[in-house]
């Protein structure tokens, strides 16, 4: 049985922020893409509630902080990572608006380029 896999595409600015992160925070995160794009789920992905099927949250507590990456299943044959930060919001666990609004520009962004 061969596995198919699809590639894993980046967004430039959110591989700029992806970089920051410490090692092991990145390896773990790097996971969640790369099981998606063998069809399979990681333990810590999630769908991104409020922003269409196919979004996936990665959320990740490493060393007292909170790390999240969310790509994208369903742009052109790319799995695409859309964002990285690290969450410092006090608000729990919701995402802050203003990374919300830039998940969606983004998404909107690349669904243009691959009409």
Do not use: C
Request: hydrophobic share 45%.
């Amino acid at each position: 049985m061969s596995l198919i896999t699809r590639p894993v595409s980046w967004i430039k600015a959110a591989r700029k922020e992806f970089e920051k992160f410490p090692q092991g925070a990145k390896q773990e995160i790097l996971e969640a893409p790369i099981l998606a794009a063998e069809g399979r789920k990681g333990e810590i992905a999630k769908p991104m509630r409020g922003l269409g099927s196919g979004v996936i949250e990665i959320a990740l507590q490493f060393r007292s902080n909170a790390y999240r990456a969310v790509y994208a299943l369903q742009i052109g044959t790319d799995i695409w990572v859309i964002h990285a930060f690290q969450k410092k919001s006090k608000t729990g666990i919701k995402t802050p608006k203003q990374d919300i609004d830039l998940i969606k520009q983004r998404i909107k962004i690349l669904k243009e380029l691959w009409k």
